[in-house]
């Protein structure tokens, strides 16, 4: 070959390769140049800083926001709840505001719902509608996801929450986080750490072990941090050990901004401040919501505000302690730059509704199908009965902090309605009233009647938010309250039981933020749990129940029998003891890592989730080499409809130094297969992922010997287990 062919031969071959490599390497460079400029950029800015400048960025300067310091071209941080939609603005009164309908927005499923889809995709956009509506409303913080662990079923805030297991929070809150910042908006991972309980929540003081700290309530906010780069960190009203978390040096010195290196910035929860020299020595750096204390535009008076001010003057506080705060909070404002102009998002788009959509069909669980009643056949049906509150109530505005006003809300009875055509006759009746002074036995009458004459009786009940407005009670899902028990209210119960007798064509759909007890579970040949779906709700749950969609949804928390069956209620306290101090006994054993542990059978466990089809299991391989345990299985659709699997990955360690639990999720895969199809799923886990917290040795190990890998349909439904050898 000629020398000059040669060396285009050489170029042609070898440059292509080159120059992929050579362009990460430049995107990666040139990603690493702008960190640096902004790095200096802040260092710059602070040395033209005031006292007075530095300050005001420590403190709110409105219910919502933080002053910009428009001198340096910082802008104001405007920050809005989250995490399932983006809220309205407040009046400063609190109120809800007159023009409050512009402001309606996507009201996505709540977290519960989210983390029910198992669908790490679906994560990522919800984030990103987030993001996108934030950024159109001219905000730059979101203040969400909320990532506390589901440790009780009564925790009123379970609903905002994602799950009892602290690998499925990390798996959603990660891809949640980058949908969300990708639009320059910052998520704030909240409420760090242990607000799992609303009861006493402003000063219960949480005790717990360092291997329940970092085993089960700490990997979701370490995830948020370290894979998700979280941009803020929301500290929660409880204390921790003895110190409220705003004033814990542990929490958001040693742990967050030292071990895990977290750049962004720690805000307080609304009025979680109270002191000055031991929260900003703590490591707080914007104080929030203390006019909720101090009243009206107290700002200049946080504890944060002209108190630090003095402190620092005095010389009682260096500093530099004011000015690593400044330099983070910088930091958030340049990363939260919305580029030209404020409002360039987008708001309420079809797009945005498509996603709620998805994850509210995905979300839904199916418990039980016995009989096939589900789904029902619209060619064979005639008449359906629907029955219940929940068939008609919209829930967007309720729950606290979490409440937005939705764009729209379909209801289930509106869901249903727009699907069936006219061969079909919805008949409805509320069966069941939330407000006390209603005439519950004529309401119960009006519903037996429409059930005898129906073809099929779908009932919507379970619970809901509460109304602040009516004389209701509001101790179910919302923030401030827990609730009492796991019944359901308003006699629902005894009107299910009746229902069934009469026309036993019957599917129960409940709509709630976690478990009720059922006692008409043999009653009943279906049932059918919804997190608070959002604004497609009633689509949703009319696609699932008629068979458009099959259900995927798998539940992200156990459903006991009874309380007592959980580890929160079994071994710890709650609400916590006279002097308001709760001690998790519980331990590691939260959720299913309790009942599993115990042979307590669950009355629907974690995990779980059935599907119009079935699916087989089978071929589990096992190869431990190079320091990773390779799984693969076969899984195959033997139903007749198309339909998705959640595919769970659970470890158990045979023996070791500290007693474990029997199962830890460690990988799942989410798989949609046709009828008849089949597909091999293959997992790869490391040696971090056969660790434990070692709480003598204050260390994660992995002891060498005996483990067996679980691979199954729920943490009840293992369908394949092999045992394997570590080292
Ligand atoms: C809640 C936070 C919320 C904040 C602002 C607090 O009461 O705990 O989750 O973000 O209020 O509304």
């Known amino acids: 070959m000629k020398k000059k062919y040669l060396i285009l031969y050489i170029f042609l071959f070898f440059v292509p390769n080159f120059s992929c490599d050579n362009k990460k390497q430049t995107d990666q460079e040139k990603n690493r140049i702008k960190q640096d400029n902004m790095e200096k950029q802040i260092q710059a800015i602070i040395s033209q800083m005031t006292l007075d400048e530095k300050i005001s960025l420590l403190h709110a300067n409105s219910h919502f926001s933080v002053a910009g310091v428009p001198r340096f071209n910082l802008h104001s941080l405007n920050m809005i709840d989250g995490p399932n939609g983006i809220k309205y603005d407040y009046t400063k009164d609190w109120q809800i505001p007159e023009n ?96 799992n309980q609303e009861i006493l929540r402003d000063y219960i003081n949480v005790n717990m072990s360092e291997r329940a700290l970092r085993e089960i309530y700490l990997p979701g906010f370490k995830a948020a941090v370290q894979e ?7 500290s929660a009203y409880n204390k921790f050990r003895g110190d409220y978390c705003s004033e814990s040096n542990y929490l958001l010195t040693d742990l967050l901004k030292n071990e895990w290196n977290f750049t962004g910035a720690v805000i307080s929860d609304w009025g979680a401040v109270h002191s000055t020299s031991k929260a900003a020595l703590a490591g707080t750096d914007i104080e929030m919501g203390t006019e909720i204390k101090l009243g009206n535009d107290s700002y200049d008076q946080f504890y944060m505000a002209d108190p630090l001010k003095e402190k620092v003057k005095s010389g009682e506080i260096d500093q ?35 996603v709620a959509l998805n994850v509210a069909l995905e979300s839904i669980v199916l418990l039980k199908n016995e009989k096939s009643i589900l789904p029902v056949d619209l060619s064979h ?10 068939a008609t109530r919209l829930h967007g505005q309720g729950g606290g902090a979490a409440g937005i006003m939705p764009k729209y809300e379909i209801s289930p009875l509106e869901g249903l309605k727009k699907i069936v055509d006219d061969n079909v006759k919805i008949i409805y009746a509320k069966g069941y009233s939330s407000v006390k002074d209603e005439d519950q036995t004529k309401i119960n009458q009006q519903a037996l009647k429409i059930a005898k004459s129906a073809d099929v009786v779908f009932f919507f009940g379970g619970l809901n938010h509460g109304d602040i407005s009516s004389n209701e009670t509001r ?13 359901l209210p308003y006699n629902q119960n005894a009107l299910i039981k009746k229902l069934a007798k009469i026309n036993p064509n019957m599917a129960v759909i409940l709509i709630s933020g976690g478990a009720v007890k059922m006692p008409f579970i043999e009653d009943v040949p279906s049932i059918v749990q919804a997190f608070y779906p959002g604004m497609e709700t009633g689509n949703a749950l009319a696609q699932i129940l008629t068979g458009i969609q099959n259900p995927s949804g798998k539940l992200p928390v156990t459903f ?51 599907s119009y089809t079935k699916f087989k299991y089978s071929d589990l391989k096992i190869d431990v080499n190079n320091n990773k345990i390779m799984a693969a299985i076969n899984i195959k659709n033997i139903g007749e409809a198309e339909g998705a699997e959640v595919v769970q990955v659970y470890i158990e360690d045979i023996k070791s130094e500290l007693p474990r639990p029997k199962l830890e999720l460690k990988a799942f895969k989410k798989i949609k297969l046709k009828p008849n ?16 917290y070692n709480d003598n040795l204050n260390k994660w190990i992995t002891e ?12 009840e439904d293992i369908r394949l287990s092999e045992t394997f050898v570590w080292k």
């Not at 998700?228 to 929301?234: A, E, L, P, Q, R």
């Open 100 to 195: 409050v309908d512009e402001q309606a927005s996507t009201y996505l499923p709540v977290g519960m719902a989210l983390a029910s889809t198992w669908n790490t995709q679906l994560a990522k956009q919800y984030g990103d509608v987030l993001g996108n509506e934030a950024k159109y409303r001219g905000k730059h913080v979101v203040l969400g996801p909320s990532l506390n662990i589901v440790r009780t079923p009564l925790c009123g805030r379970n609903f905002e929450y994602l799950s009892e297991d602290p690998y499925l929070i990390s798996q959603i809150v990660v891809p949640y986080i980058k949908g969300l910042q990708q639009n320059n908006v910052a998520a704030c991972a909240k409420h760090y750490i242990a607000n």
């Open 677 to 692: 199809e089949s597909k091999q799923i293959k997992f790869t886990l490391n040696e971090k992922k056969l660790a434990y």
């Open 381 to 390: 049906t005639k008449t359906i009965a629907v029955i219940g509150e929940n």
């Open 320 to 354: 530099k302690v004011i000015d690593e705060k400044v330099e983070r909070i910088i930091r958030l404002i340049l990363r939260t730059k919305h580029g030209k102009g404020n409002y360039n998002g987008e708001f309420n788009t079809r797009e945005h509704q498509k």
């Open 475 to 487: 101790e179910f899902d919302t923030e401030f309250f827990d609730k009492k028990n796991l019944q």
């Open 228 to 234: 998700g780069k979280v941009y803020s960190v929301m």
């Open 560 to 610: 006991p029998k009874k309380i007592d069956d959980m580890g929160a209620h079994a071994l710890g306290e709650y609400p916590g003891t006279d002097d308001s101090t709760v001690f998790y006994h519980d331990n590691i054993y939260v959720g299913y890592r309790y009942l599993v542990s115990n042979n307590i059978e669950a009355l629907f466990p974690f995990g779980h989730g059935l």
């Open 704 to 715: 060498p010997g005996k483990f067996k890998i679980h691979i199954g349909s729920s943490s």
